[in-house]
């Protein structure tokens, strides 16, 4: 299988070349992804679902992330980054209906990886029941909705936990509804200035 090969940018934004994925994370090269926030307002607070990644994905794994995300291969765009709902989560959504919240640098690093992201980051107000989402079982385990309120104090260590309700899937793929406390070290360790900017948008559009 042809490894993916992403567009690489310098500190100041601008391209610098292509790179394979393996040396782009090993050298921490900066990269374009493309990140979709659903939210929704259940009994009047605000809510983001996300989804909880795959226990063999090599960032990230069996933690709680951005609704649906992906890199943008070399000489793609972001409007070009919209399959990745529909790979995801089965949701076939048109560029257009997307709200832009802008690009967001984010900086995650794990053993051998350094990842260096130009996030392009959009939202979408979406209250699909949960049993309608198809997904993708190599990538996604689960789809849990959180308040926003709780996740903004989780995140500036107000709060210890947090509920997240929706559901999981065990090994064999079958669904099974689930309600738990979540701490910070249950997500992606995006920056935390990352998760500022997204909420303070969704709120601001309410």
């Known amino acids: ?123 979408m107000e979406c209250d699909q029941p949960l049993h309608e989402y198809r997904l993708q079982k190599e990538e996604v385990t689960g789809l849990l909705w959180v308040n926003v309120q709780e996740l903004e104090a989780l995140f500036a260590d107000q709060l210890s936990q947090v509920a997240a309700k929706g559901f999981l899937t065990d090994a064999a793929g079958e669904r099974y509804d689930a309600s738990l406390m979540v701490k910070q070290s249950d997500f992606v360790p995006h920056e935390v200035h990352y998760y500022q900017e997204v909420f303070q948008a969704i709120k601001s559009w309410l």
């Open 1 to 123: 299988m042809t490894e993916e090969r992403f567009d690489i940018f310098d500190e100041s934004g601008q391209q610098i070349g292509v790179e394979a994925r393996s040396e782009v994370h090993r050298k921490g090269d900066w990269h374009q992804t493309f990140h979709c926030w659903l939210y929704r307002v259940h009994n009047g607070q605000l809510e983001l679902l996300f989804q909880k990644r795959h226990p063999e994905k090599d960032t990230g794994p069996n933690l709680l992330d951005i609704t649906s995300a992906g890199h943008l291969l070399a000489g793609e765009r972001p409007c070009d980054g919209v399959r990745e709902l529909e790979e995801e989560l089965g949701l076939v959504v048109p560029y257009e209906k997307l709200r832009q919240i802008g690009v967001i640098r984010d900086v995650i690093t794990a053993p051998g990886i350094i990842d260096k992201e130009l996030c392009h980051v959009f939202a």
